[in-house]
T-cell receptor, first 109, second 117 residues
């Protein structure tokens, strides 16, 4: 059974800093890994999807990497802004999508 | 429509009642998924449809939960004899392709917040 872990559970950083969110998964036989953003009381917004054959994806200030063999993915956010404050979820796709419990990110102005 | 829509956005019901939650996927998406998200947790898979049929319902917690997608588009999640423990946000997602293979990004709706009193 796939298990996904996200560390840290919460993170606060000053505006402008670069930061890294971590995601690990136990079953490396994934099709892809997806990073989402969730604002309080809202649904999920897809940020980046990395196919199992890829090592990274970039979108604007976001960069996600995937090391399938070690069961790890990271989400790098450059030049953080207060609007980046949200919960970030990663999800590993085998037959099903298995989510981590998220990292609650707060960017301090 | 532009995205996945879910209705109602909020539902408050009493223990023991029956509820229906609706999901309208992105037009043309063949795959549809239901998830349940409890407070402070990530979403948990409930059921997956490919077209009209339930391809995987292994995440449904018990037989009080049932979902249909009769015409391969709109789906309804039905919960009988609701319990307080059913309180959660129910999320729906759709995907343009089947479960296997590349390019099967899932797009999520805003969710229905169910509260069972």
């Amino acid at each position: 059974k796939q298990e996904v872990t996200q560390i840290p559970a919460a993170l606060s950083v000053p505006e402008g800093e670069n930061l890294v969110l971590n995601c690990s998964f136990t079953d490396s036989a994934i099709y892809n890994l997806q990073w989402f953003r969730q604002d309080p009381g809202k649904g999920l917004t897809s940020l980046l999807l990395i196919q199992s054959s890829q090592r990274e994806q970039t979108s604007g200030r976001l960069n996600a990497s995937l090391d399938k063999s070690s069961g790890r993915s990271t989400l790098y956010i450059a030049a953080s802004q207060p609007g980046d404050s949200a919960t970030y979820l990663c999800a590993a796709r085998n037959e099903k999508l298995t989510f981590g419990t998220g990292t609650r990110l707060t960017i301090i102005p | 429509g532009a995205g996945v829509s879910q209705t109602p956005s909020n539902k408050v019901t009493e223990k023991g009642k029956y509820v229906e939650l609706r999901c309208d996927p992105i037009s043309g998406h063949t795959a549809l998924y239901w998830y349940r998200q409890s407070l402070g947790q990530g979403p948990e898979f409930l059921i997956y449809f490919q077209g009209t049929g339930a391809a995987d319902d292994s995440g449904l917690p018990n037989d009080r939960f049932f979902a249909v997608r009769p015409e391969g588009s709109v789906s309804t999640l039905k919960i009988q004899r609701t319990e307080r423990g059913d309180s959660a946000v129910y999320l729906c997602a759709s995907s343009p392709r089947t479960a296997r293979g590349a390019g099967n990004e899932q797009f999520f709706g805003p969710g229905t917040r169910l509260t069972v009193l």
